[in-house]
């Protein structure tokens, strides 16, 4: 006989959701005393998708070498597509390469690129984007799905809310950027709903050195630090 599948009640579901606290706490900190030992870094984003031979990740590759070569660390999702691209370029470089891995019933695995003492593993995406957030000194932002966009757009919220200090967000191919941010300035902008300013730091490039050139001129007038 089948056995009908158990729906939690209320009080169960509060219970569980009391001693889950312990386990998103452990997450934080065990990514803020292994993240704060790192030093500088730039976050890549994008899809996990994408394939070797694209254009896209080979362009992720050499972003990410200049980038190590460049003396900054690379952050990335840990996982397959422009993810494992990041970290392959860093690696390629001699650079710190970090994975922020996701535990998910599909797409997500280890790449095989990253740093055996730099590869962390969350259960939770909130946990996981405080550590993208608090940890990088610019976001460069490849073609992408949902998650990329997510990522992009929590980036430039809390550096309009001014919850944290500002960085570079670099949009990587122009031809897959530009109608999403003529959009922005089309409608977004003209109905008041963003202000000019909110759009200052979001540049989009298509070499590896316009990114570089983007993030050092940057900083040369701010200081490196965490970000809250």
Known sequence: MRSEKHHKGWNEIKTNDSWAIFKIMGEFVNGFERMSKIGPCVSIFGSARTKEEDPYYKLAVS????????GYGVIT???PGIMEAGNRGANLAGGTS??????????????????????????YFF???VMFVKY????????G????????????????????????IILVGSEFWTGLMDWVKGTMLKMGTISPEDLNLIKIVDTEEEVVEIIDSFYKGHS???NF
């Open 224 to 226: 490196m630090s965490p």
């Open 77 to 79: 999702g840990g996982g």
């Open 127 to 129: 946990v996981r984007k």
């Open 145 to 168: 799905g949902f998650g990329t966009l997510d990522e992009l757009f929590e980036a430039i919220t809390l550096i309009q809310t001014h919850k944290i200090g500002k960085f570079p």
């Open 136 to 143: 990088s000194q610019g976001f460069v932002v490849m073609p």
């Open 98 to 123: 970090v994975g922020l891995n996701i535990d998910l019933p599909f797409e997500q695995h280890d790449n095989p690129y990253i740093d055996n003492d730099k590869s962390l593993d969350f259960d």
């Open 63 to 70: 972003i990410a070498k200049s980038i190590a070569e460049a």
